[in-house]
Antibody
Framework: QVQLQESGPGLVKPSQTLSLTCTVS??????????WSWIRQPAGKGLEWIGR???????NYNPSLKSRVTISVDTSKNQFSLKLSSVTAADTAVYYC??????????WGQGTLVTVSS | DIQMTQSPSSVSASVGDRVTITCRAS??????LAWYQQKPGKAPKLLIY???SLQSGVPSRFSGSGSGTDFTLTISSLQPEDFATYYC?????????FGQGTKVEIK
């Protein structure tokens, strides 16, 4: 059973870059036809898809965030990562990594809270 | 973007009740729809994909229906562990979008 675990700083200063890593266990990140996604959820609010990377390395991003987002994969570490630049308080949220076929999200990490504050 | 609209935003129900949640897409998405359950402090859990396919391990009291723009999630007999927030999500394009959520509360 594949498992995902987010890690990274819980506090980021405004205008800086948020960096998170998702470590995958129970399966290889480079096998199968899966998309590896980042999704976020501000406190008490709904879910927002940020972007994804395919096993081939191709990426898709939410147009609303595209200018600030980079998703990459490190197959040697079985990890994929999110970088979100020029953050503001509006980027404060629980960030989830997820895996799925197509645009479904079948497996999720537990989530990590990132607060943007000086 | 494809907008997803759920109704109601909340519902109060008792154990054993039948609960129905609807989701409408702003444009046709065929059967590219999923339903998730989220409990406080936890990640969402996939219940239904392809509008009506039950994810492995999910109890059969959950069912989904619909195609095009209108979809339904039904819980046939509400159990104590089903009190949670439910989200629909369209998977028709790479830009996945979610409904605003429906909170199922204890009556």
């Amino acid at each position: 059973q594949v498992q995902l675990q987010e890690s990274g700083p819980g506090l980021v200063k405004p205008s800086q870059t948020l960096s998170l890593t998702c470590t995958v266990s129970g399966g290889s990140i480079s096998s199968g036809s899966y998309y590896w996604s980042w999704i976020r959820q501000p406190a008490g609010k709904g879910l927002e898809w940020i972007g994804r990377i395919y096993t081939s390395g191709s990426t898709n991003y939410n147009p609303s965030l595209k200018s600030r987002v980079t998703i990459s994969v490190d197959t040697s570490k079985n990890q994929f990562s999110l970088k979100l630049s020029s953050v503001t308080a509006a980027d404060t949220a629980v960030y989830y990594c997820a895996r799925g076929p197509y645009s479904y999200f079948q497996h999720w990490g537990q989530g990590t809270l990132v607060t943007v504050s000086s | 973007d494809i907008q997803m609209t759920q109704s109601p935003s909340s519902v109060s129900a008792s154990v054993g009740d039948r609960v129905t949640i609807t989701c409408r897409a702003s444009q046709g998405i065929s059967s590219w729809l999923a339903w998730y359950q989220q409990k406080p402090g936890k990640a969402p859990k996939l219940l239904i994909y392809a509008a009506s396919s039950l994810q492995s391990g999910v109890p059969s009291r959950f069912s989904g229906s619909g195609s095009g723009t209108d979809f339904t999630l039904t819980i046939s007999s509400l159990q104590p562990e089903d009190f949670a927030t439910y989200y629909c999500q369209q998977a028709n394009s790479f830009l996945a979008t979610f409904g605003q959520g429906t909170k199922v509360e204890i009556k």
